[in-house]
């Protein structure tokens, strides 16, 4: 009895064919293959152009290594295996992308800390300039309330005056911090 030769499937036929240098085979296997590994790049990375780009590396891949393909195992599996893999290496470049972007943040977030920190100094100087040239109770005053944080009730009973004189100095300072912070500023204290 005569035994029948096993039947080849189309693919493995092209892979045949493919690993002797076939451009033909390779074209048909592409557009066999083409949508369908697209689609299912899409399915995981929800963008048409990196789903592009794993289809073009898939066939880039079966192309470079088409002399070691295995006809007995199924060239679908083989390239949907290397898809798989690609799509694996774009999430790992998403999260490595996200992680640089996180840590650009948070560096931009430290220059802003540092800008802040000098620009609260430059502040801090300028007032202080204008608290010396106000007149010695007045400054004394000012400077209990805003900058060491006494209440007016005890900055009166340290200096020996009614509340509502601490409440006068107060505001005559404050007034005096308004109407002057332009100056102070055009005069190139800042």
Same mark, same amino acid.
């Given at each position: 009895m005569i035994k029948a030769a096993p039947r080849l499937d189309s693919d493995k036929l092209l892979v045949i064919e493919l690993k002797n240098g076939c451009i033909e085979a390779y074209d048909q296997l592409f557009k066999k293959y083409n949508n369908k590994l697209f689609y299912f790049a899409l399915n995981y990375l929800n963008s048409t152009e990196?789903?592009?780009g794993v289809v073009q590396d898939v066939f880039a891949?079966? !192309?470079?290594?088409? &002399?070691?393909?295995?006809?007995?195992?199924?060239?679908? +599996?083989?390239i949907f295996t290397i898809a798989?893999?690609?799509i694996k290496k774009v999430y790992i470049? #998403?999260?490595? @992308? &996200?992680? =640089?972007?996180?840590?650009?943040? #948070?560096?931009?977030y430290a220059d802003l800390d540092t800008i802040e920190k000098l620009d609260y100094g430059f502040? %801090? /100087?300028?007032? *202080?300039g204008l608290i010396s040239k106000m007149p010695e109770? #007045? &400054?004394e005053t000012f400077t209990k309330s805003r900058l060491e944080g006494l209440s007016i009730k005890e900055i009166a @009973?340290? %200096?020996?005056?009614?509340? *509502?004189?601490?409440?006068?100095?107060? +505001? =005559?300072?404050?007034?005096?911090? #308004?109407?002057? !912070?332009?100056? /102070?500023?055009?005069?190139g204290m800042y």
């Open positions: 990196e789903a592009e891949k079966v !192309w470079e290594k088409k &002399r070691a393909l295995k006809i007995e195992y199924s060239f679908k +599996g083989y798989y893999n690609f470049r #998403r999260c490595r @992308q &996200r992680d =640089y972007l996180i840590a650009e943040e #948070r560096k931009s502040t %801090m /100087e300028r007032l *202080k109770r #007045r &400054r @009973q340290d %200096m020996n005056v009614s509340p *509502k004189t601490v409440e006068n100095q107060i +505001g =005559y300072a404050l007034k005096f911090i #308004r109407s002057n !912070w332009h100056l /102070e500023k055009a005069s």
